[in-house]
């Protein structure tokens, strides 16, 4: 039985508590919390400097959350879970940590629960690593513990849901880190339950989805641009936009518009963040 089916289980097992008052208190609490985490991601964006990524190993093995009660039913479908779930402080990192995985009897679903745990695993591993190698790099170089004080590294793994109806869903990932300086990878999943499959641009817009995508980013670049003539947004010969391909990212809002999301440095300044283009 695997970790979804058991969630499934157990909430079905779960009787309804004498003391749901508390529960309901505990869950408002805890959406106070995912909220002071948005604002973490948000404040994050506008970070001028590149964090350099390196590859390490690190064995962090957090207990799956049991994630059963408060499961979102998003159709007859699907349900998303909140499968891994810990807030702690660990050697200087402050780990913020929410991941998402779908239960539904689908190898789409197989394929995507697996890609997210494996981006994840491998941020988490990246972040330690990031962060012991900025420490011997300190003290290598003259620093003193003393200097080194309270230095401390934040470590986000969070998720939204953009959009969903009975068979559709779409959601971001959300990885970052952020100390000396900051970083921060999403990662969009718009999935077809009924027929098992991703989601894309071309479903959405039409055969001519590439003509409208480029019209929609070009348009917002030029809305970016100030009195004075400066925009964040690189030109296209010194590697800024030229054309959206499949590869493009993008989620679904609510009301079916397609949302371009670009990563960090892409096509723009560190400081632009992420940007995002919605195709109307």
Same mark, same amino acid.
């Given at each position: 039985?695997?970790?979804?089916?058991?969630?499934?289980?157990?909430?079905?097992?779960?009787?309804?508590?004498?003391?749901?008052?508390?529960?309901?208190?505990?869950?408002?609490?805890?959406?106070?919390?995912?909220?002071?985490?948005?604002?973490?991601?948000?404040?994050?964006?506008?970070?001028?400097?590149?964090?350099?990524?390196?590859?390490?190993?690190?064995?962090?093995?957090? =207990?799956?959350?049991?994630?059963?009660?408060?499961?979102?039913?998003?159709?007859?479908?699907?349900?998303?879970?909140?499968?891994?779930?810990?807030?702690?402080?660990?050697?200087?990192?402050?780990?913020?940590?929410?991941?998402?995985?779908?239960?539904?009897?689908?190898?789409?679903?197989?394929?995507?629960?697996?890609?997210?745990?494996?981006?994840?695993? =491998?941020?988490?591993?990246?972040?330690?690593?990031?962060?012991?190698?900025?420490?011997?790099?300190?003290?290598?170089?003259?620093?003193?513990?003393?200097?080194?004080?309270?230095?401390?590294?934040?470590?986000?793994?969070?998720?939204?849901?953009?959009?969903?109806?009975?068979?559709?869903?779409?959601?971001?990932?959300?990885?970052?880190?952020?100390?000396?300086?900051?970083?921060?990878?999403?990662?969009?999943?718009?999935?077809?339950?009924?027929?098992?499959?991703?989601?894309?641009?071309?479903?959405?817009?039409?055969?001519?989805?590439?003509?409208?995508?480029?019209?929609?980013?070009?348009?917002?670049?030029?809305?970016?641009?100030?009195?004075?003539?400066?925009?964040?947004?690189?030109?296209?010969?010194?590697?800024?936009?030229?054309?959206?391909?499949?590869?493009?990212?993008?989620?679904?809002?609510?009301?079916?518009?397609?949302?371009?999301?670009?990563?960090?440095?892409?096509?723009?300044?560190?400081?632009?963040?992420?940007?995002?283009?919605?195709?109307?």
């Amino acid at each position: 039985m695997n970790e979804f089916k058991q969630a499934r289980a157990d909430y079905e097992a779960t009787p309804i508590p004498e003391e749901l008052d508390g529960r309901v208190r505990e869950g408002i609490r805890q959406g106070k919390a995912n909220c002071r985490r948005r604002q973490w991601r948000q404040s994050a964006i506008g970070a001028a400097a590149c964090l350099a990524v390196l590859v390490g190993a690190l064995n962090l093995s957090p =207990a799956v959350a049991a994630a059963a009660e408060g499961v979102p039913v998003l159709g007859g479908l699907f349900r998303v879970l909140t499968v891994r779930d810990f807030h702690k402080a660990e050697d200087g990192i402050h780990y913020d940590v929410s991941v998402p995985g779908i239960e539904a009897e689908s190898d789409l679903v197989q394929r995507v629960n697996d890609v997210v745990r494996e981006k994840v695993d =491998a941020h988490l591993a990246r972040a330690r690593q990031d962060w012991d190698d900025y420490k011997e790099a300190f003290f290598a170089t003259g620093g003193t513990q003393e200097e080194w004080g309270d230095r401390t590294m934040d470590v986000i793994v969070d998720y939204e849901v953009k959009s969903r109806t009975d068979s559709r869903v779409s959601f971001v990932v959300t990885l970052g880190e952020g100390w000396v300086s900051s970083m921060e990878e999403r990662y969009c999943y718009n999935l077809d339950l009924a027929e098992d499959r991703d989601i894309t641009l071309a479903d959405l817009l039409g055969g001519n989805w590439v003509e409208r995508c480029n019209e929609a980013v070009r348009a917002g670049i030029d809305a970016s641009v100030d009195e004075e003539g400066f925009t964040f947004f690189f030109p296209p010969e010194e590697g800024g936009f030229t054309t959206v391909d499949e590869t493009t990212a993008f989620y679904i809002r609510e009301d079916g518009v397609p949302v371009l999301v670009f990563p960090e440095y892409s096509i723009a300044a560190g400081a632009a963040g992420s940007p995002e283009f919605a195709v109307e």
